[in-house]
């Protein structure tokens, strides 16, 4: 460990913590599995950090580790972490809002009715706020494969949105399809 | 409103109120256990892939696809850190005017009916000694970090979400970012109508740490301005080099 691979983990960490915690709490919704998810992927992200790309491509590189670490999660096949005793305390303590917002019930049906792969590119791009280059990165595949799934799943939402009947379709298909 | 909107919505928690949830102490517990405890693989290790290999041009791809992001975000760094010019559609200088109008201490909002070309932020001190800041453009981070220093913060403002390489992260006692020195006023963590607004408290900088504001454009199309995307917000150790940064 030299200091200045110290020096890039305790920037990398410090910048991105927030959107890692925050990936891991809205797709988990529990404080064991969010707390595991920060630490093993900051613990990949300290293991590779010769490998971590510089700048803003570091948060999709480390979605992508995060993303992994979830899929093992969901597999059974992630042992309980050690690492982040307190972290996981501090999170056991507070309840995470999971209910939709008023006048979103639609939407959030709608959103339900999709398939986990359109899910996911979904909520890459709307709640982690990437585009479909990052997107791809997360995923592991190609910028192109992407953005055709990433219109795929919107063209899909809106069908689904119209379906519910909701208020909110017409402005859907304007906005993205 | 448009789709990504829509579904931004439905998201349980917003990155900002994730970090709010942890003390800073917690996450230095963890970070010193990664790093005490775990030993690097070699660099050159292959990642992790659960599903199957990724093929060799796919590789080359992905990769192509993250450089080319890299070097788009170190372009729009270089663009706004060179002399407040405006990524797109204002007038070189602007957000330099902006500042020196932000630090009168007069009131920030155009009059109602004045015709106005919206500031591209300023900079507010309130009554209780907290500053307000509203960023509308990602224009003239320094100018903005010399307004709050003016005003009383030890600041150091990024273009991006990283900060100053001279600079180290302080590590000097136990708290909460978002309770204690900032706090941001649209709890959803959305840009509201007005633009990004945080406050921040100068009082309760601590002794010996400079405020990092991070100022990040995740997520917008290259070209496009606006307020910024995620921030990030951490102490840094004051001393020299650091804040000449």
């Known amino acids: 460990m030299t200091d200045d691979q110290r020096r890039r983990f305790d920037q990398v960490y410090a910048v991105h913590h927030a959107a890692i915690l925050g990936y891991a709490l809205r797709r988990t919704g529990n404080a064991d599995d969010a707390a595991d998810v920060i630490a093993e992927t900051f613990l990949t992200a300290w293991r590779r950090i010769d490998d971590i790309p510089a700048g803003e491509a570091a948060r999709p590189w480390l979605y992508g580790v995060a993303r992994r670490v979830l899929a093992n999660q969901r597999r059974g096949e992630q042992r309980r972490s050690a690492l982040g005793e307190r972290l996981r305390s501090e999170l056991a303590a507070e309840r995470f809002h999971r209910e939709p917002p008023p006048g979103l019930d639609g939407v959030a049906a709608a959103f339900r009715r999709l398939g986990d792969t359109d899910r996911e590119i979904l909520t890459l791009a709307a709640w982690e706020g990437l585009d479909a280059g990052q997107i791809a990165v997360v995923i592991g595949c190609s910028r192109n494969a992407a953005r055709i799934r990433l219109h795929r799943a919107r063209r899909r939402l809106a069908a689904a949105l119209h379906d519910t009947r909701t208020a909110f379709a017409p402005e859907l298909i304007r906005g993205n399809s | ?245």
């Not at chain 2, 709010?20 to 660099?43: C, H």
């Open chain 2, 1 to 245: 409103m448009n789709d990504d909107t829509l579904l931004s919505h439905l998201a349980p928690v917003t990155d900002e109120q994730a970090a709010a949830l942890v003390s800073r102490q917690a996450l230095g517990e963890l970070a010193d256990e990664i790093i005490r405890g775990a030993p690097r693989q070699p660099a050159a290790g292959p990642a992790r892939q659960p599903t199957r290999p990724v093929n060799p041009t796919r590789r080359r791809l992905t990769w192509a696809a993250a450089s080319a992001v890299a070097v788009g975000a170190a372009a729009a760094v270089a663009v706004i850190a060179s002399g407040g010019q405006p990524a797109s559609g204002g007038q070189p200088g602007s957000g330099v005017k902006t500042a020196q109008n932000a630090t009168s201490g007069s009131s920030q909002r155009p009059a109602p009916g004045a015709s106005t070309t919206l500031t591209a932020w300023t900079v507010t001190e309130n009554p209780n000694g907290t500053l307000k800041v509203t960023i509308r453009e990602m224009e003239d981070p320094s100018g903005l970090q010399a307004t709050l220093r003016a005003d009383g913060a030890r600041v150091v403002v990024t273009a991006s979400l990283a900060w100053p390489a001279a600079c180290s992260e302080w590590r000097g006692g136990n708290y909460r970012m978002g309770d204690q020195v900032v706090q941001t006023e649209n709890r959803t963590g959305l840009p509201s109508a007005d633009g990004t607004e945080f406050l921040i408290r100068p009082s309760d900088i601590p002794a010996g740490a400079l405020l990092w504001v991070g100022l990040g454009q995740t997520g917008k199309p290259k070209g496009v301005s606006g307020p910024p995307g995620p921030m990030s917000f951490g102490y840094l150790t004051a001393n020299e080099v650091c804040n000449r940064s």
